[in-house]
């Protein structure tokens, strides 16, 4: 079931991908994060056709390849609890033009924001390679970021302590 559902989700990536060749689209990078991100990168085996993806202010002409998606989310990144610096270990999805998914790292930092019962899961398989230090430092890095909703930040606060004492990081 886990892996039709990553066929299902490469497919729907590579059809976007087609039909922005076709039409001759020069689409910029999508970052994929959240549970598609990570069956797409192979982090995590689990049921979601819904794509999660970051707002990188895209301009409407890329709106008619988000339409392909069937149902995603485009999440804002003054809402989320990633690092800036994302695109440094974001990593490239093979066979596709323009197409990444978030560090196991990143995802986990994203998935602290929220903390609820589905993200403590993935977390508990993400962490299990991911570098430790890494987060460490990324979660400095959130706390230092002056582009975040404060109220998205207390939450995040909150649930790093939760998350250090669950996960002994």
């Known amino acids: 079931m886990e892996n039709k559902n990553r066929e299902i989700l490469l497919t729907i990536l590579q059809d976007m991908d ?25 982090y995590l085996n689990r049921a979601t056709t819904d794509i999660d993806f970051l707002d990188m202010e895209y301009s409407a002409i890329i709106g008619r390849l988000f339409k392909m998606f069937d149902r995603f989310d485009m999440l ?24 990444f998914v978030l560090s196991k790292e990143d995802i ?27 987060i460490l430092s990324l979660i400095n890095s959130i706390r230092g970021r002056n582009n975040i909703s404060q109220r998205v930040l207390k939450i995040f606060n909150k649930n790093v ?6 996960f002994d990081v």
């Open 161 to 166: 302590k939760l998350f250090k004492e669950r």
């Open 76 to 99: 804002d990144i003054y809402l989320t609890t990633i690092p800036l610096d994302f695109k440094e270990r974001a990593i490239k999805i093979k066979g596709f033009k323009n197409i």
């Open 108 to 134: 986990i930092l994203s998935k602290i924001g929220r903390y609820s019962e589905k993200d403590i899961e993935d977390i508990s398989i993400l962490i299990d390679n991911a570098n430790k230090t890494i």
């Open 18 to 42: 087609d039909f922005a060749t076709m039409k001759n689209i020069d689409y910029p990078p999508i970052y994929l994060v959240g549970g598609s991100g990570c069956i797409v990168a192979g």
